[in-house]
């Protein structure tokens, strides 16, 4: 997180835009004979790869800071694996030509089911978001019934949490 902001979150729109682009663009490709069909497939592709680096690598650093018992565990190393497995296929299609559109599709598929896991996590599981809105709820009516104090120490305790175990920790 930099400043209350998980970066995981900013970035994965970048692979969730470009991975499919390229595989249009590479499908697109093959049914042309146009000499700007395959630099443009190429940078597509490897403008897809570069961005699901860098939402790989903030993700498993996030991934990191997960508590081992908290319920997201699971379906968050699932999602980063799967996220990985699309990498390693961007890669391999940022370097063959004519294996390119098998893997796009490949990285394509994984990245849905990818964003579904993800999704689960931020939906279901709450991860860095249902939390907070949960939260001011509850802390509503804890303060009405006079016991706001649970909330302060609660708030200290993520505070402490996001100062010692993430990257780039709020102030």
């Known amino acids: 997180m930099v400043r209350g902001h998980p970066v995981h979150a900013i970035l994965s729109d970048g ?3 470009l991975i499919p682009l390229a595989f249009a663009i590479e499908a697109w490709r093959r049914t042309r004979n146009d000499p700007v069909g395959q630099p443009l497939s190429r940078i597509a592709t490897r ?6 680096v860098a939402a790989g690598v903030v993700g498993w650093i996030d991934w990191l800071t997960i508590p081992g018992g908290h319920p997201a565990r699971t379906p968050a190393t699932v999602h980063g694996l799967i996220n990985t497995a699309g990498l ?6 940022s370097t063959s030509l004519k294996r ?7 990285a394509t598929a994984g990245l849905l089911v990818a964003a579904w896991i993800g999704g ?3 939906f279901r599981f709450g991860w860095r978001v249902r939390p907070a809105e949960e939260a001011e709820i509850a ?11 649970a909330f302060q120490l609660a708030r200290q305790k993520v505070a402490d949490f996001e100062r010692r175990k993430t990257f780039l920790p709020a102030p």
């Open 15 to 17: 692979p969730a835009v």
């Open 47 to 52: 403008t897809a790869t570069a961005a699901a």
């Open 88 to 93: 390693i296929a961007l890669i391999g299609a």
């Open 100 to 106: 390119r559109l098998g893997l796009l599709a490949g």
């Open 120 to 122: 689960d996590l931020v």
């Open 139 to 149: 802390e509503q009516q804890l303060s009405e019934a006079g016991q706001a104090d």
